[in-house]
Structure formats: C-alpha cells, structure tokens
C-alpha cells in the first residue's frame, strides 16, 4: 500500500496573536462560518460541547466549489496549542479511508504574529486519488479568515 498514504503541510503566517487563534479554534468554532463564510457554511455539535476533548462535530463547508460535510472528534493539546480532528464520516470518505487535519500555531520567534500550521494526514482509497492539496490550501484560506477575524475584533 505505499505511496497511499502520507501526510501534507503548510505554513501560513497570521496576524493574530497565536492564544486567540488557539483559542478560536479550540472552544469557539462556533464563530468560523462568521470568520470564513466563503469556507464555512455551519458547525454544530452532535456530542459534547464546544471545547472538551472527545466532542463530536459535523461541519458543513466548501471545497473547490463543492458543498461537503465532516464529522469528527476534537482533541486539544494547550501545551502545543494543536487542534486535531479525527475524522469520524463524511464526504471525504468517498476517496480517503483516514482523514486527520490538525490545526496547530505559535508565536513568531521574532516580532509579532504568529505561524499557523495546517497539516493533513490521510490514507487515500486507491492510487488515483491525488494528494490533497485543495483541501491544504482551503484549511490555509480557513486560517488566514480567523486570523483577519480576530484582528477585527
């Protein structure tokens, strides 16, 4: 099975001081369809809460011009300030048969702002799938939508 799976990675440098997007994304999602409209249409919690580790969430979005959805299983680390989501179903699972993206930020080591770093670890369902890039970049365009929301705020 090599070369199905594998991991993508960007960095995406953010305004926002990395605690408030942290923050954002690990107990008020609730604000991304507001922060990201383009991005994100919905987020409701199906079990839990907002912000305690093994909540479930489905999320209603727009990849590439498609209306999909996600559910998965948050998990947050304060200590690394990382948003791991455990896909759980969804439209992804149509090509990929493990889908894991991870939302994690720091504060620049100089000046101010932070660096925001969106990864995706996945298994894709045959060799013709193609990495997920669109999904990489659409989970960038996310973080650079918080990090202009936070800065309004």
Known sequence: MAGLTGKVEKEVEIDAPAEKFYKLWKSEC?????ASPS???GVEVHEGDWETGGSIKI????????AETFKEKFEADDEHMTVTLHGIEGDIYKIFKFWKPV???APK???SGSVATVSIEY??????VPD???YLDFMASMSRDVASHIMKA
Do not use: C, M, S
């Open 30 to 34: 609730f604000h991304l369809p507001t």
């Open 39 to 41: 991005n994100i249409q």
């Open 59 to 66: 999320w209603k979005y727009t990849v590439e011009g498609r």
């Open 103 to 105: 939302f994690k930020v």
């Open 109 to 111: 080591q100089r000046g």
């Open 123 to 128: 298994e894709k369902r045959n060799k013709d």
């Open 132 to 134: 997920p890039v669109a």
